[in-house]
């Protein structure tokens, strides 16, 4: 991956006023790590000021970043959840493992406690906040008490949704020469439990959003029936609804009727009057 570059901020803040001007309405800012973008760069704005720059932009009503990593979180980007008000309450927060031990050996710079803290000031800063996280199961050394830490962790942080994926060997990593790796069908038992566990937790959060209503960005024909559209709330959950391709690009008013494990059912409110983001 190399050494970690920052595109100037004026460069990024001109294309975000040419994609206003294009229309667009949301804009998601990508990096291995956003936290640390601006470090070591003379004059340069910090993450959390390039992102209240761009929250007064006209024409840009969402404004959504990835991935961070929680060894970098800010207070003050924590913090920016409360204050600007186009920064959507979302974010994506990688842990990995629940367990100190193999924190450690991933020399991700953190601890459980750490994570869970950051948790806690993510939902104080800003409530209705939904976050997902990454996590590994399997990684070598790790034991039976490693894992249930990571249970521990994902039962206390109740994640919106969950990426977990099985440890893989690659090649010229230092991982890959450890003597103790995991068996895989211990993997696989592992990231089943763990997988039961996320999905029931994502179920209930979708749950209590029936009856509520969410303003909508509407992105196109839904994957699930062509005749239905599809678009996303402000914390990124999928909501699928009838309507006219028309709306496509436009934000909307949509009630939640109906919950799944995956997505949302709505139904069209109003085009124009989309809720406060609170």
């Given at each position: ?22 229309g667009v ?26 992102l209240e ?173 062509s005749q ?51």
């Amino acid at each position: 991956r190399g050494r970690e570059k920052s595109r100037p901020s004026l460069e990024i803040i001109e294309e975000v006023k040419h994609l206003a001007g294009m229309g667009v309405k949301e804009v998601c800012l990508l990096g291995q790590n956003v936290n640390g973008y601006g470090k070591g760069v003379p004059d340069e704005l910090d993450f959390p000021d390039l992102l209240e720059r761009l929250n007064g932009i006209d024409g840009i009503e969402r404004i959504r970043f990835t991935t961070s990593h929680p060894k970098d979180l800010s207070g003050k980007l924590m913090q920016a959840f409360s204050r600007l008000r186009k920064l959507c309450e979302y974010l994506h927060l990688p842990f990995q493992s629940g367990s100190d031990r193999i924190l450690k050996a991933m020399h991700r710079g953190y601890t459980k406690t750490a994570y869970l803290e950051k948790i806690d000031q993510l939902k104080e800063a800003r409530p209705s906040i939904a976050i997902t996280g990454d996590v590994i199961v399997g990684f070598p050394g790790e034991a039976e008490e490693d894992f249930e830490e990571t249970l521990d962790l994902v039962q206390k942080a109740r994640f919106d949704d969950l990426y977990s994926f099985k440890y893989s060997s690659r090649k010229e990593t230092r991982a890959a020469q450890f003597e103790d790796q995991v068996e895989g069908k211990v993997k696989q038992q592992r990231l089943s439990i763990l997988q039961a566990m996320q999905k029931e937790i994502t179920f209930q959060k979708n749950q209590a959003l029936e009856g509520r209503v969410e303003e909508i960005l509407v992105e196109g024909k839904s994957k699930q029936s062509s005749q239905d559209l599809t678009g996303r709330t402000r914390t990124n959950k999928i909501v699928n609804f009838k309507g006219n391709l028309s709306l496509v690009g436009k934000l909307i008013s949509v009630r939640i009727i109906k919950a799944y494990p995956h997505s949302l059912r709505g139904e069209i409110l109003s085009v124009q009057e989309a809720p406060s983001p609170g």
